[in-house]
């Protein structure tokens, strides 16, 4: 297999040596591919396919390869195998915050995350949706990270880091394969998936169904136990209904892709307002879709690509949200004795035009020009509630039937954004490049802002690469942050601006022998304008968005791997990260110090994979005014044993997660600091799968 993967490396630089003569390897750099190898080309980094350890930028690729031997089912059991990455939890709706390099907050937007390249940001709350519910492994052909700031290419939102989930087209799944799988809390799927010819179409398809109970972990109290009228302790409510399918097809430069999401009966988990609902039920749709041509060779100097994506996604809650449980009391004789009920709904769609040109006609340079339009529409709100505002105190109380309330708790909102960006690849003396790009983003709601980058990359020896780099990035407000009305908790302000985010960082990656591969990197980054909600002056009550924090951090990650054997290899990375808040000169919270990673690999009978991974999460403080105690440090194992074609057509594979039924907690964000034993994570489970390929 590994004499395999050096073949397929040194196809791919060869095609990089054709496409552009910037990237061409001497004979010399073609055999040294073979012993020293670069192991993996990403093209997240520049925005075109280069090698991992020559790309400008702190990058991680996971390959379906990787996916399958980690026993991952889902996204984000294998992003917690990123170094500098950690995976959070909200309370509500158990949607999933991805921390990187200790950046959190209540929904976690500063990492982009794309698809396919194009992004899944939905306009609300300027993350991926609270109503996630994860994301299947079986249609991923490879999964690029990004560590740091990447909007001198990618825009908004690439802020602490980016993710982009590349789908199986008809070359990644040549064949049909039928899977199921089962296990744990009643979870089931079933998938099918084909890719192949239909004349000169490159055809990839792909569909799966199914459903969890989802885990049942007890909540031993929640935001209403102190009032005593409380449903805590009790289970926390996870279940859920999937549908996810995909359709790829190409012909030449041409390429339609189609995706489809479905999330329905899914629970609240700790409750919307972290209370615990054994009512309330969320469902989102999510549909996408995109066009695009391609042509690297258009001329002898010039490639060119254009892109044109379409996105309709819709929250809702068919069975209403529970707040709070019946008896709940704010102001006397004043109780909602059928509980206070909210759902929240809303809908987006976005359409997105990108083209970018390469110029490599200069000696040594390699040219990327590129511009786009959004229009990101917000074109439906509402809320279901029972309950309006006091006008004296502000509490909620009832109001009788559960009506559509005519007071928006947002309005609905387009956003338009027109952009434009430039970078330059200066292979400016043999074995050194200097990367520099800009980009400029101007919006119809909050302005213009512009950013730049800088990679100097230096090949110090055959089998040692070091990497300088600076980047500056932004997020720009989400809709929630600039106009929500009737929310205490948080009101929108029209005039916040996006938040900013410098990093300087250095890389080595040292292939230590032709077996072992070390890579480490450091980083240092200052985050300014941070959007956080402030107490409103008296008499008035609640909060108000402002750009009013910074945060500056710092820290290393270092990873290895070591091929002990042809049977055996032996993955992992330890992580470090201190974070500071700029106010109040204490620890950000939330975000592990030390993060370690661990995996090996074991081949033996000739077809049967045996891995073994451990995650230790450790160190993690609360951020200022939060007096919970610290979190409790937490180890997990997991084994998956698999098989690969070792009967016929069949494949087969177990798998046990937390094997030891460790006690895994995630820290409880505000609003939720009123759980003060945060927030619960799945216990053992044990899932089984079978894999027929036609």
């Known amino acids: 297999m590994k004499n395999y993967r050096y073949r397929v490396l040194v196809l791919a630089m060869a095609a990089l040596q054709q496409s552009s003569p910037l990237w061409a390897l001497s004979p010399d750099e073609e055999e040294l591919a073979l012993i020293y190898s670069d192991k993996f080309i990403v093209s997240i980094a520049a925005g075109s396919a280069q090698p991992l350890r020559r790309a400008p930028a702190v990058a991680t690729v996971i390959t379906a390869e990787d996916i399958a031997a980690m026993g991952a089912t889902n996204i984000d059991e294998v992003l917690e195998t990123v170094p500098g990455m950690h995976i959070n939890r909200a309370a509500s709706m158990n949607a999933t915050n991805y921390v990187m390099r200790g950046v959190v907050s209540l929904y976690t937007p500063q990492v982009l995350m794309l698809q396919n390249g194009i992004p899944v940001t939905v306009m609300l ?278 009506i559509d309330s005519p007071i928006r708790y947002i309005a609905p909102h387009e956003r338009k954004v027109n952009y434009a960006y430039i970078q330059d690849e200066w292979n400016f003396i043999r074995d050194w490049t200097l990367t520099a790009g800009i980009r400029r983003d101007n919006y119809s709601d909050v302005g213009g802002t512009t950013n730049p980058r800088l990679a100097l990359v230096w090949d110090a020896a055959q089998n040692l690469t070091a990497k300088f780099l600076y980047g500056k990035a932004f997020r720009a407000p989400a809709f929630t942050e600039l106009y929500s009305s009737s929310n205490p908790i948080g009101q929108g302000n029209p005039n916040i601006k996006p938040e900013t985010n410098s990093t300087l960082e250095a890389a080595v990656a040292w292939q230590a022998s032709q077996n072992l591969l070390v890579n480490l990197n450091v980083f240092r980054y200052d985050m300014k304008a941070i959007i956080r909600t402030l107490p409103n002056p008296a008499p008035a009550i609640g909060s108000t968005y402002n750009n009013t924090g910074t945060q500056n951090g710092k820290g290393f990650e270092l990873e290895a791997t070591w091929d002990v054997s042809r049977s055996l290899r032996l993955t992992g990375h330890y992580a470090y990260q201190r974070s500071f808040d700029g106010s109040t000169y204490k620890d950000a919270g939330y975000a592990p110090h030390n993060h370690i990673y661990a995996r090996g690999d074991w081949r033996f009978n000739g077809n049967w994979l045996a891995t073994a991974q451990v995650n230790w999460v450790a160190d993690r403080m609360r951020a200022a005014g939060d007096n919970r105690p610290a979190l409790a440090d937490y180890k997990t194992l997991d084994l998956t044993l698999r098989s690969q074609r070792g009967n016929k057509h069949w494949d087969f594979a177990a798998s046990i997660r937390n094997l030891f039924n460790t006690n895994v907690r995630e820290p409880s964000l505000a609003p939720g600091t009123a759980l003060p034993n945060d927030l619960p994570l799945a216990r053992r489970s044990v899932y089984l799968q079978a894999v027929y390929s036609l």
């Open 125 to 402: 709350t300027g993350n991926k949706g609270s109503l996630w519910g994860g994301l299947p492994m079986e249609n991923i052909a490879r999964i690029e990270v990004i560590r740091g700031p990447g909007s001198a290419l990618y825009g908004a939102d690439a802020y602490s880091g980016v993710v982009n989930v590349i789908t199986k087209t008809a070359a990644d799944a040549p064949g049909t394969q039928l899977g199921v799988r089962a296990g744990s809390f009643s979870t089931a799927d079933m998938w099918a998936q084909h890719g192949g010819k239909l004349g000169a179409l490159d055809v990839a398809a792909y569909l799966r169904l199914g459903s969890t109970d989802g885990f049942n972990s007890t909540l031993e109290a929640d935001a209403r136990s102190a009032s005593k009228i409380t449903l805590a302790p009790g289970p926390v409510n996870t279940g859920l209904d999937a549908v996810d399918g995909g359709l790829d097809l190409a012909y030449g430069a041409w390429r339609w892709r189609v995706g489809y999401k479905l999330r329905d009966d899914m629970g609240t988990y700790a409750g919307l307002a972290s209370a615990l609902d054994p009512v309330g039920r969320g469902k989102s749709e999510r549909i996408t879709t995109d066009l695009s041509w391609s042509n690297p060779k258009l001329t002898d100097h010039w490639g060119a690509t254009v892109d044109l994506a379409y996105m309709h996604y819709e929250q809702t809650f068919p069975t209403l949200a529970q707040l709070f449980p019946p008896g709940t009391t704010f102001l006397p004789t004043r109780t909602f004795t059928n509980g206070m009920i909210g759902a929240p709904e809303f809908a987006d769609k976005q359409a997105r035009l990108s083209a970018s040109a390469t110029y490599s006609g200069f000696a040594d340079h390699r040219l990327r020009i590129g511009f786009g339009h959004d229009d990101l529409n917000m074109y439906k709100t509402r809320e279901y509630m029972n309950f309006a505002y006091d006008a004296k105190t502000g509490a909620p109380v009832p109001i009788g039937a559960t």
